[in-house]
């Protein structure tokens, strides 16, 4: 019930940190996995990769701030392989971050127009294929800060924030992802969300400051950050039959952050 081997699966932001467990995970399980982003270089580096493991993967360009590099990026998969079964919703912009009393319209369009414009443009067109197939399905990346507000104590004295375009565009995709489920159900497609939380991968790169790690750690009841493999078996259990009967639901993968 796990398997998807004969799928097509896209993953955008698939070559980024947190695409690329996502990506392994669905080729893992048999799909042949269309890594998508602005970087087409590192997509096609990643998916040759994969390729030496014997998965089946291929990097191709994305933009999603670019109305005419979606469409050709849609058409050109449907045409070389006829269908698209599975659409990730991964990539995300961190363009125009900031707190809400210095945040300027400009910031807000540069936020809107991947987080936003380009998820809902390219969702748009991938439905159009799954509604020809009379069958899809849709996994959004979402966060522990599109079900809770943040917690800013966590971040101390360390200067960190938690940008409110990041809270606002979550929580839409929350909304989003329950809007499609429930439009387009009649045809079979399927729409979750995944919410994790923080990422140890990420925040080790990024250096952050001890005093938000070990905050993090004590408010997580597992007292851990998530790493690869917690985001893998999420990914296939909502790509695959064995949640065949699951649309509209957002999965908290975060250790029982938003437990209290």
């Not at 979750?192 to 790690?213: D, H, T, V, W």
């Amino acid at each position: 019930m796990f398997r998807l081997d004969g799928k097509i699966a896209v993953v955008t932001g698939g070559a980024g940190q947190y695409g690329k467990p996502i990506t392994l995970a669905l080729a893992e399980a048999g799909a042949l996995v269309i890594i998508a982003s602005r970087d087409e270089v590192k997509c096609k580096e990643y998916a040759a990769e994969l390729q030496k493991d014997n998965l089946k993967a291929e990097g191709i360009s994305l933009d999603l701030s670019d109305e005419k590099s979606i469409v050709d990026f849609t058409n050109g998969i449907l045409k070389k392989y006829k269908q698209i079964d599975v659409l990730v919703n991964n990539a995300v912009s961190r363009e125009g971050c900031k707190d809400l009393d210095v945040i300027s319209k400009t910031d807000l369009e540069k936020s809107q127009l991947i987080n936003y414009t380009g998820l809902m443009l390219l969702t748009q067109a991938v439905i159009k294929v799954m509604v020809m197939q009379k069958e899809g399905n849709i996994i959004n990346i979402g966060s522990i800060q599109g079900s809770i507000g943040p917690n800013f104590p966590v971040y101390g004295d360390t200067g960190m924030s938690s940008p409110v375009t990041y809270t606002f565009e979550k929580w839409g995709m929350v909304g989003f992802t329950k809007w499609i489920a429930n439009y387009y159900g009649k045809f079979n497609i399927r729409a979750n969300c995944i919410s994790p939380g923080g990422y140890g991968p990420g925040i080790r790169a990024g250096k952050l400051k001890k005093e938000f790690i070990e905050n993090y750690k004590r408010l997580t009841p597992l007292g851990r950050f998530a790493e690869d493999d917690d985001i893998k078996g999420p990914v296939v259990f909502l790509a695959s039959k064995a949640s065949a009967y699951i649309t509209g639901h957002n999965l908290m993968v975060d250790g029982g952050w938003t437990n209290w």
